[in-house]
């Protein structure tokens, strides 16, 4: 198994940006590919940006392409989310989830990630 912590999530003004960080720690986390999730109020999750094993792919939303980073640190057990030029659409608790595997394939459906941070609260506000 594998336990995720997220930090970095804050209060910015629309143009602003963030750095939102994800932790693992239990098994090696260069066994998983790990996503981003955000949740807003009455909203259901939605996949943000996602990395696979070891770093080689990765994939947006439509919506946070080029504005959003996704890269990881392996030897660190580390996974970061920058988030540039943020809106206020872009306001929810945002989420860590990681998927058993070391292929290249990423995926968008939440119940694919069998291990979840707690999430950290992002608040855009213009």
């Known amino acids: 198994q594998v336990q995720l912590v997220e930090s970095g999530g804050g209060s910015v003004q629309a143009g602003g940006s963030l750095r939102l960080s994800c932790s693992g720690s239990?098994?090696?986390?260069?066994?998983?590919?790990v996503a981003w999730f955000h949740q807003a109020p009455g909203k259901d999750r939605e996949f943000v940006a996602g990395?696979?094993?070891?770093?080689?792919?990765?994939d947006y939303r439509g919506s946070v392409k080029g504005r959003f980073t996704i890269t990881r640190d392996n030897s660190k057990s580390m996974v970061y989310l920058q988030m540039n030029s943020l809106k206020p659409e872009d306001t929810a608790v945002y989420y860590c989830?990681?998927?058993?595997?070391?292929?290249?394939?990423?995926?968008?459906?939440?119940?694919?990630?069998?291990?979840w941070g707690q999430g950290t609260q992002v608040t855009v506000s213009s």
């Open positions: 989830a990681a998927r058993y595997g070391v292929g290249g394939y990423l995926t968008g459906v939440p119940y694919d990630y069998g291990y």
């Open positions: 239990g098994r090696p986390f260069s066994d998983y590919a």
């Open positions: 990395i696979s094993y070891n770093g080689a792919n990765t």
